[in-house]
Nanobody
Framework: QVQLVESGGRLVQAGGSLRLSCAAS????????MGWFRQAPGKEREFVAA????????YYSDSVKGRFTISRGNGKNTVTLQMNNLKPEDTAIYYC?????????????????WGQGTQVTVSS
């Protein structure tokens, strides 16, 4: 069982930056693929970024590529999402997710564990 706790969401102006963190329980963190998803009001939850287990690669959605950076601290059991040049359309609840399975990274059902989410609001 893995527990995930996100933090760092807040109100920020367009063009600003935020750093989200996700703390994971468990002793085998490096064996988990970690993902970030977001859900805006009235919309479906969508893939943002992911880091495969054991250094298997990092991937981003086209909408955030070049602006967001996902990184993981395996020694600290954390995964962060650095978000730069934020836009109003980035406003959403951001969720951290984890899985030990080999999956298609953008598919929600591939992830077995989810955090409670953290609200990011970008004002214009």
């Amino acid at each position: 069982q893995v527990q995930l706790v996100e933090s760092g969401g807040r109100l920020v102006q367009a063009g600003g930056s935020l750093r989200l963190s996700c703390a994971a329980s468990g002793r085998t963190f490096s064996e988990y693929t970690m993902g970030w998803f977001r859900q805006a009001p009235g919309k479906e939850r969508e893939f943002v970024a992911a880091s495969r287990s054991r250094g298997g690669g990092i991937y981003y959605s086209d909408s955030v590529k070049g602006r967001f950076t996902i990184s993981r601290g395996n020694g600290k059991n954390t995964v962060t999402l650095q978000m730069n040049n934020l836009k109003p359309e980035d406003t959403a609840i951001y969720y951290c997710a984890a899985t030990a399975r080999v999956i298609s990274l953008w598919v929600l059902s591939g992830y077995d564990y989810w955090g409670q989410g953290t609200q990011v609001t970008v004002s214009s």
